[in-house]
């Protein structure tokens, strides 16, 4: 195949988007418990602010429940205070040298707004791919222009450039549709 642009390079840069879609929705509290609810949380230990993960397991035995098994037993209120401190609307019960975190129900209204956050999520993700899309037709049409391919390798290089684009498009459509389930999942 002649030079043209590098595929290879493109759909890395798609799979980009795609990863970073499934970060920002992976963030998204659903009625549903995930250790990544806590991450924000950073805890007062040994004298400076070290994240939770870096004191505690972070567990999820039930669907609406948490566990933090603190490793250091003195650390169960520090634990217990940055859990409550961290706005995240979360009270801990102290049961020994674990904490248990029941998840409160979301209600409706705030459900939709997840749900609207969801899609301008996807929104930005799919403009970036986009953005790929456009980068690569225009070293399409470059190379063109320059001769260094012909029409025909030109017009096949960016059917499959299209074609990339709509799968991964289609792979975040996908994803928001799972996601937008989970959320509205009473």
Request: aromatic content about 2%; glycine content about 6%.
């Given at each position: 195949?002649s030079?043209?642009?590098?595929?290879?390079?493109l759909?890395?840069?798609?799979?980009?988007?795609?990863?970073?879609?499934?970060?920002d929705i992976a963030s998204?509290?659903?009625?549903?418990a995930?250790?990544?609810?806590?991450?924000?949380v950073t805890?007062?230990?040994y004298?400076?602010?070290?994240?939770l993960?870096?004191v505690?397991?972070?567990?999820?035995?039930?669907?609406?429940?948490?566990?933090?098994?603190?490793w250091?037993?003195?650390?169960?209120?520090?634990v217990?205070?940055?859990?409550r401190?961290s706005?995240l609307g979360?009270n801990?019960?102290v049961?020994?040298?674990?904490?248990?975190?029941?998840?409160?129900?979301?209600?409706e209204?705030?459900?939709?707004?997840l749900?609207?956050?969801?899609?301008?999520?996807a929104?930005k993700?799919?403009?970036?791919?986009?953005?790929?899309?456009?980068?690569g037709m225009?070293?399409?049409?470059?190379?063109?222009?320059?001769?260094?391919?012909?029409?025909?390798?030109?017009r096949?290089?960016?059917?499959?450039?299209?074609?990339?684009?709509?799968?991964?498009?289609?792979?975040i459509?996908?994803?928001?549709?799972?996601?937008?389930?989970?959320?509205?999942?009473?």
């Amino acid at each position: 195949m002649s030079e043209g642009i590098d595929i290879k390079e493109l759909k890395r840069r798609m799979d980009g988007a795609v990863s970073a879609f499934k970060s920002d929705i992976a963030s998204l509290r659903t009625g549903r418990a995930s250790a990544n609810i806590l991450d924000p949380v950073t805890i007062e230990a040994y004298g400076s602010r070290v994240p939770l993960n870096q004191v505690a397991n972070i567990t999820v035995p039930e669907p609406r429940m948490l566990t933090v098994s603190v490793w250091d037993k003195s650390m169960v209120s520090a634990v217990e205070r940055g859990i409550r401190e961290s706005n995240l609307g979360l009270n801990p019960i102290v049961d020994g040298q674990s904490l248990r975190i029941p998840l409160p129900e979301l209600n409706e209204e705030r459900r939709k707004s997840l749900v609207k956050v969801a899609h301008d999520y996807a929104e930005k993700s799919k403009v970036a791919i986009r953005h790929v899309r456009r980068d690569g037709m225009d070293g399409l049409k470059k190379a063109e222009k320059d001769g260094v391919i012909g029409q025909d390798e030109s017009r096949a290089q960016s059917e499959r450039v299209q074609k990339m684009t709509d799968e991964t498009i289609s792979e975040i459509d996908r994803l928001l549709g799972e996601k937008e389930k989970e959320i509205m999942q009473v």
